[in-house]
C-alpha cells in the first residue's frame, strides 16, 4: 500500500478520533499512530489570554508544509501522515494543530511526528496574535523552537 499525507488548514474544529480512523481505515500494514495535538492554553507566563488569531498566507502555508511532510515520508517508513492547523480566532481549550504519523513500528512515527511538529512551531508561514487584558500583541519566534527544528538538520 502506498503512503499519502493529508494536509488541512481550515477554520472549523477537528475530531481526533475521526482523523486517525480516516488515516488508518482499510489499512493492516499500520501497527503505530503517534498523535500530537496542540490546544490553546488559557495563560502564558502567568498572564490569562483570551484567545489566538492565527493567520496563514494560503497556498503558501500548504505548500510548505508538504515539503516537510515530503521530507519525513523520505526519511521515515511511514504508512501515512495527516497534518490540520486551524486559522482564525481560537479561545482556550480548543484544538489548534494535529499531527497525526502512522509507521508499521512506533520509533519511526514518533520521529516523524516530532520532525514535523518542530517544524511548524518554527518555520511554518503563520502568524498568532495573542488577545489579553492588555490588548493584543504578535508572538515572537522562540530561540527554544528554531533549536529543535535545527536539530533535524542534515550535515
Not at 503558501?60 to 501522515?81: F, N, Q
Not at 497534518?83 to 479561545?91: A, D, E, Y
Amino acid at each position: 500500500m502506498t503512503a499519502a499525507a493529508t494536509i488541512r488548514i481550515q477554520q472549523a474544529d477537528f475530531d481526533i478520533a475521526q482523523e486517525i480512523a480516516a488515516l488508518t481505515k482499510g489499512r493492516s500494514d499500520v501497527g503505530a499512530v503517534v498523535t500530537f495535538s496542540g490546544i490553546c492554553r488559557g495563560s502564558e507566563n502567568g498572564e490569562p489570554i483570551a484567545a489566538l488569531t492565527l493567520e496563514h498566507y494560503p497556498g503558501m502555508a500548504e505548500a510548505e508544509i508538504k515539503r516537510h511532510t515530503d521530507e519525513a515520508m523520505s526519511r521515515w517508513s511511514l504508512t501515512g501522515l495527516t497534518v490540520v492547523h486551524r486559522v482564525g480566532r481560537i479561545t482556550p481549550g480548543e484544538n489548534i494543530v494535529l499531527v497525526l504519523a502512522a509507521s508499521a513500528h512506533r520509533q519511526a512515527a514518533f520521529q516523524a511526528a516530532e520532525f514535523l511538529m518542530d517544524y511548524l512551531k518554527a518555520n511554518a508561514p503563520f502568524w498568532k496574535r495573542e488577545e489579553s487584558a492588555k490588548g493584543t500583541s504578535w508572538i515572537e519566534a522562540r530561540g527554544h523552537d528554531d533549536d529543535a527544528a535545527a536539530r533535524w538538520t542534515k550535515s
